[in-house]
């Protein structure tokens, strides 16, 4: 895309100074920075480091990096507040959810005991009328997780942190659709999200012992002489090592070996235990590690044996997977896609691994070497929008500081371009790179979905548990950042197609259709 | 000489020669849809080796039972094979009119049991000793050898990566269809802020594609339609494809997916049962939406990679190596179970644990190709560079 040569002009002459900076004082929450910082800065190409680092533009949070400079407010967003301050309205929302609510275990528990109470119901037709029940409440727990996601996504101050959980939760994909894991998946994303600019061996440690994973890949059905290679195999493939990485079938068997007994347990009984291996029960909520169904042979995984011993197997078997430089090269080559360029230089991709490497795996360490390089500075504004990050970006700088009451209309427009969340069913996580959501029909359904957000008529408040009280809210695009900074970074082309609109809505439409909007 | 050593033959016989005496250009105007199982179906319980005891052995709880009275026995073909009984509506009556035929022992070179790398392998169809280009899939190159002949079209969500590359494909899918509600003017100043853009080729296609598909689809989009009331899962959107082939379209790909059984996958019931029946449904009412047109269609049924051979401790099997591949058509020399085959043994599986791949699939598909298309040696060189076609005589 040639067009935006111009803005990259002007970014250039900041690019180099950007590059330079050092981190050398402290991040302060207070907003408060030096007046130089700001006035160093265009608002231009703020609103590209905006568009990249967070789910999208808006005119505050324009303010905040005009306010903070853009050094600084880049180390706020690397190290956030454990416990963000969302406006009261989002925080209201969040607090009534049962996701919230409930302690996971409890919940899923709950939930099994419906199921089971269901199973044992003799009448078919009493059956399913119970079957209903359950799979309407396992499709509310569902929801739930996914709006509480949509609003952290759009109001959270935690822009990047946000943007780290969706990038985690697709590289550590589960499937909702899969038994109960629309249960699962409001505590499986809190969980990752705790971690997400943490240390990569810690989100291993989450995604390994959480139910949401040993079910969706079927570790829980992993036992002694019962094995069941799925998870092994995608932990090395996806997760850590990449395919390329040089491993055998050998080590895939070896791995589900090791995986054996890592588990889920719903009854709430504790099973006996063989009094040699009672040490190694261990069970945290629902998960549970069962020395019954674990192998305690010893085993060859990577070309060196991890002793038989139970769960501290696992532990081995992480770190080894963990600190191996395959996994700092995929990994860090997986977040220069989705930060960078759907090809991302070789070259920066190696000093991110460094990073990687150097700081065992600190994510942050990684993400500052790569907002540090020029390459990085170079691509603003030419990624292509994947589904997510062009419908929460339409909807943040539609609706900057008013509470969409109802997500469901954002889940129908992800579904639509394919990209829905939790609802990815195949373990590789859905695609970062444009050449999976440029297509000419995903570009028609795009424009119409820009159609129904600029309209106003999209149904983002008019509230589930109210629909009467419909408070439509007109979007507000052409507004102080549009008239600051956006409306210089277009096109001839596409302000005189703007010229043709005939109502706000069309002009709305016209926008959010535009080529520009489709990058970040 | 039987058929299928007089088949081997021929494909022994000098590319050249072959290509000028087997591929006279066919007349009419040949179809050919892909559909891609993604997920490594268990090829085994579809095609069921019955003539195998070892197949029995091996599966203790998940194999179909010998062909027989039941309901649930599997349905024979001929003394080694028979059909998984949920395809006894649908499958079997094209298999029995000679439209049918399978290809057990298919697929690639390719070992590494990962599903993302062995799909994307087998749709850019080049070979595994050189570098990966991952702007060309083989029915790019495909529409891009027929060009003026060629109508391609993917009906799915996203441009599948068997059709990246230089020839514009749209895409649509069809089960999301719904009436646009930007209306021509609208698209038009759309697609003026797009010209020249590098997207402006997807944009401009995705509208008249969007046009061209309404128009078809119409009826049958209309709530009143006996199709959208009746179809369920696969069989509307396959009426829908075959409406649009018979109309538009003449190489075209879909896929579906769930095929990765690795717990309770199931028997003669059961989940796999159930995807099996959906698909076949799928299939024979793509042939008898097709009409006139079936007998110049052909449908290629697919999949990365086969599944163990031994069920696992959960009932459910692990990723495998060789498949088997469907071939349908009103054309199809059907009826049968083409081309190499072995006895199944613990002595001939793969790595003592699936099916060896002996039917390469780029070889049967440049062999199809050639026969539907009357391609000569450098247009299906372009194809699937470096590979010697194998002839089945499928059509």
């Known amino acids: ?520 | 000489m039987n058929r299928r050593d007089f088949l081997k033959l021929s494909a022994a016989a000098p590319l050249a020669a072959s290509s000028f005496s087997l591929h006279a250009a066919p007349a009419g105007n040949p179809r050919l849809l892909v559909v891609f199982m993604r997920g490594a179906y268990d090829a085994a319980n579809l095609l069921v080796p019955h003539g195998s005891s070892f197949y029995y052995e091996a599966r203790p709880n998940i194999a179909i039972p010998r062909p027989g009275a039941a309901a649930n026995s599997a349905l024979a073909l001929d003394a080694t094979w028979a059909l998984h009984p949920s395809l006894r509506a649908s499958l079997l009556p094209l298999y029995e009119k000679g439209q049918l035929a399978f290809v057990p022992f298919a697929g690639t070179d390719n070992l590494s049991r990962s599903h993302f790398e062995t799909q994307d392998s087998i749709e850019l169809g080049q070979g595994q000793d050189r570098a990966r280009s991952y702007q060309s899939g083989f029915m790019n190159r495909l529409a891009s050898v027929l060009a003026k002949r060629g109508q391609p079209i993917a009906f799915t969500g996203q441009v599948p990566v068997a059709f990246r590359g230089d020839v514009q494909v749209p895409n649509v899918a069809l089960r999301q269809l719904a009436r646009p509600s930007v209306d021509a003017r609208q698209s038009a100043v759309i697609a003026e802020m797009y010209r020249n853009t590098a997207l402006a080729g997807p944009v401009m296609e995705g509208f008249s594609t969007r046009d061209g598909v309404i128009q078809t689809l119409a009826e049958d989009m209309d709530a009143a339609s006996r199709n959208a009331l009746t179809a369920r899962g696969f069989e509307l959107e396959a009426r829908r494809i075959a409406r649009l082939m018979r109309d538009r379209y003449n190489l075209a790909f879909v896929d579906i997916g769930g095929w990765d059984t690795h717990v309770g996958q199931g028997g003669a019931e059961g989940y796999l049962a159930n995807r099996l029946e959906e698909l076949g449904r799928g299939v024979a009412a793509y042939a008898d939406e097709m009409g006139g047109a079936w007998n110049d269609t052909v449908v290629v049924v697919i999949s990365e990679f086969g599944r163990t051979f031994r069920e696992n401790g959960n009932r459910g099997t692990d990723h495998g190596h060789g498949s088997a591949y469907w071939v349908l058509g009103g054309g199809v020399r059907g009826g049968r179970i083409a081309g190499e085959q072995v006895a199944l043994t613990p002595a001939t599986l793969n790595q003592s644990r699936d099916y060896p791949v002996l039917n390469e699939y780029r070889a049967l598909f440049a062999g199809l190709f050639g026969r539907m298309y009357g391609l000569d040696a450098a247009q299906t060189e372009r194809v699937f560079a470096g590979v010697k076609p194998k002839d089945f005589g499928l059509v």
């Open chain 1, 1 to 520: 895309m040639t067009r935006i040569r111009s803005i990259l002009l002007a970014v250039a002459a900041a690019a180099a100074a950007l590059a330079a900076c050092q981190s050398t004082s402290p991040p302060s929450g207070s907003g408060a920075a030096p007046a130089t910082a700001a006035r160093s800065e265009n608002p231009e190409k703020q609103l590209l480091v905006l568009n990249r680092v967070t789910w999208g533009a808006t005119t505050s949070s324009a303010r905040e990096i005009a306010a903070a400079g853009t050094e600084r407010w880049l180390e706020q967003q690397l190290k956030p507040a454990p416990r963000p301050a969302l406006p009261p309205a989002v925080q209201a929302q969040i607090d009534a959810m049962t996701i919230s609510q409930q302690p996971f275990a409890e919940l899923a528990m709950a939930v099994e005991q419906q199921r089971r109470a269901m199973v044992a119901i003799r009448d078919p037709a009493e059956q399913k009328l119970a079957r209903q029940a359950y799979q309407r409440e396992l499709t509310r727990l569902g929801r739930e997780a996914a709006h509480r996601s949509m609003l952290r996504a759009l109001y959270s101050p935690n822009q990047l942190q946000e943007q780290m959980t969706w990038f985690w939760m697709n590289h550590f994909n589960v499937f909702q659709g899969k038994a109960n894991i629309r249960a699962y998946v409001g505590d499986y994303e809190e969980r990752v999200r705790a971690h997400a600019l943490g240390r990569f061996r810690e989100l291993l440690a989450v995604t390994s012992h959480h139910p949401a994973m040993l079910r969706y890949l079927d570790n829980a059905n992993n036992a002694a002489n019962r094995i069941n290679e799925n998870y092994a195999r995608e932990l090395m493939e996806l997760h850590t090592l990449g395919v390329d990485a040089g491993y055998t079938q050998r080590d895939v068997q070896e791995l589900t070996r090791i995986l054996t007994g890592f588990g889920i347990n719903l009854s709430g009984n504790t099973p006996r235990v063989r009094p040699e291996h009672q040490g190694d029960y261990a069970k945290n909520g629902v998960f549970e590690f069962n020395p019954n169904r674990h192998d305690y042979g010893d085993k060859l995984f990577l070309g060196q044996t991890v002793r038989g011993r139970g769960p501290g197997e696992l532990d081995e078997a992480l770190d080894r997977l963990a600190r191996h430089p395959a996994t700092a090269k995929f990994v860090s080559r997986k977040l220069a896609v989705f930060f960078v360029s759907d090809n991302p230089p070789p070259a920066l991709v190696e000093r991110m691994a460094e990073a990687f490497r150097k700081s065992d795996g600190d994510v942050a360490a990684v993400l500052r070497a790569m907002f540090r390089s020029d390459e990085f500075i170079a691509s603003l504004g030419r990624k292509f929008k994947d589904p997510v990050h062009y419908v929460y970006s339409a909807v943040r700088y539609a609706y900057d500081g008013k509470t969409i009451l109802n997500a469901q209309p954002m889940m129908g427009w992800l579904f639509r371009m394919g990209q829905g969340l939790y609802l990815h069913q195949t373990p590789d996580g859905y695609a970062l790179t444009q050449d999976a959501w440029a297509s000419p029909g995903q570009m028609t359904t795009r424009f119409e979905i820009a159609r129904t957000i600029g309209s106003g008529a999209a149904g983002l408040f008019r509230s589930e548990a109210a629909p009467a009280a419909d408070v439509p809210a007109f979007p507000q695009l052409s507004n102080a950042l549009y008239h600051a900074s956006i409306q210089k970074t277009l096109h001839p082309q596409t302000l005189s197609a703007l010229d043709k609109a005939t109502t706000p809505q069309e002009w709305n439409a016209f926008l959010l259709s535009s080529p520009e909007f489709m990058l970040r």
